[in-house]
């Protein structure tokens, strides 16, 4: 049964132990990061995405709404904050003879439907070479959330303390070319990043962590889009060891705690606490 003093909230930017490692010895491959660029930008009733490549690859992308309709993209205008991507355009309302004007909040046709996008990413080129699929939670209507907003999604070399994806690289059959994974969001203020995972903090409100702690503390599921780290078990006793554990959190302080960049770690099968990862 898991320790009650295995399962905490730990701030992981705090907790980092540092380790004097060159940075040529790690495992380096082509991670997919993302983030919504914090300034608005084209016109009303769209919204644009933006590909960029920091290692050679040129990357494509297929976007899909949260009813699964592919949406159609467009190249636009040349992204000034991101010079060299390739900026597309997508639709997101449009109006009809005698509308009122897309400026005018909540009226249009909408043309991207859900609160949610699927992009499928992958590059120019690639041979036996998965997409990454990345589904972006928004937390309101995507027609909303996106308006005049801008998606910008970065292919980089990234180094990695996993073994694993040398493992799934190696077992692909040839011919083949560098893999890609997904490394995660990056905040375009601070550079911190939220892995795969893990929901972004722009789908990350107070409610969903809130729905998702107390569907924890009633049935032992921790919802790994809100707490990630958490590694509990399926059978009976490491739930109630899980559910002992958690006890004395209450909702408001996990909400709050999180929304400031903690998360809550916890395991079952190993101590939990902090990790040393490559600086990226």
């Given at each position: 049964?898991?320790?009650?003093d295995r399962?905490r909230?730990?701030?992981?930017?705090?907790r980092?132990?540092?380790?004097n490692?060159?940075?040529d010895?790690w495992?380096?491959?082509h991670?997919?990061?993302?983030?919504?660029d914090?300034?608005?930008?084209g016109?009303?009733?769209t919204?644009?995405?933006?590909?960029?490549?920091?290692d050679?690859?040129?990357l494509?992308?297929?976007v899909?709404?949260?009813t699964?309709r592919?949406?159609?993209?467009?190249?636009?205008?040349?992204?000034?904050?991101?010079p060299?991507?390739?900026?597309?355009l997508?639709?997101?309302?449009?109006?009809l003879?005698?509308?009122?004007?897309?400026d005018?909040?909540h009226?249009g046709?909408?043309?991207?439907?859900?609160?949610?996008?699927?992009?499928?990413?992958?590059y120019?080129?690639?041979?036996?070479?998965k997409?990454v699929?990345?589904r972006?939670?928004?937390g309101?209507?995507?027609?909303?959330?996106m308006?005049?907003?801008?998606?910008c999604?970065?292919?980089?070399l990234?180094p990695?303390?996993s073994?694993a994806?040398?493992?799934a690289d190696?077992?692909?059959p040839q011919?083949?070319t560098?893999?890609?994974?997904?490394?995660?969001?990056?905040?375009?203020d601070t550079?911190?990043?939220?892995i795969?995972?893990r929901?972004p903090?722009i789908?990350?409100t107070?409610e969903?962590?809130i729905?998702?702690w107390?569907?924890?503390?009633?049935?032992?599921?921790f919802?790994p889009?809100?707490?990630?780290?958490?590694a509990?078990?399926q059978?009976?006793?490491?739930?109630?060891?899980?559910?002992?554990?958690?006890g004395d959190?209450?909702?408001?302080?996990?909400?709050?705690?999180?929304l400031?960049g903690?998360?809550?770690?916890?395991?079952?099968?190993r101590?939990s606490?902090?990790?040393a990862v490559?600086?990226?």
């Open positions: 049964m898991p320790r009650p399962h909230l730990v701030s992981v930017r705090r980092l132990i540092p380790l490692v060159p940075g010895a495992l380096r491959f991670g997919i990061s993302y983030w919504l914090p300034v608005p930008a016109d009303v009733g919204g644009s995405l933006s590909l960029i490549s920091e050679g690859v040129e494509s992308c297929e899909y709404d949260g699964g592919q949406i159609n993209l467009f190249d636009q205008a040349p992204d000034r904050r991101n060299g991507a390739r900026s597309l997508m639709t997101l309302r449009e109006t003879p005698g509308d009122p004007p897309l005018v909040p009226f046709r909408t043309m991207v439907e859900g609160t949610s996008l699927t992009l499928r990413v992958n120019a080129g690639s041979g036996n070479v997409d699929v990345l972006i939670e928004f309101e209507q995507v027609a909303m959330a308006d005049r907003r801008r998606l999604v970065r292919a980089a990234q990695v303390t073994t994806l040398r493992a190696e077992a692909r011919p083949r560098p893999l890609i994974y997904l490394d995660g969001y990056e905040d375009p550079g911190a990043e939220t795969g995972g929901l903090p789908a990350l107070r969903r962590i729905h998702a107390q569907n924890a503390r009633t049935s032992g599921f919802d889009a809100v707490f990630p780290n958490v509990a078990g059978d009976q006793a490491a739930r109630a060891g899980v559910l002992q554990a958690v959190l209450d909702e408001a302080g996990v909400a709050e705690r999180l400031a903690d998360r809550l770690v916890g395991g079952h099968r101590r606490g902090p990790v490559p600086a990226h």
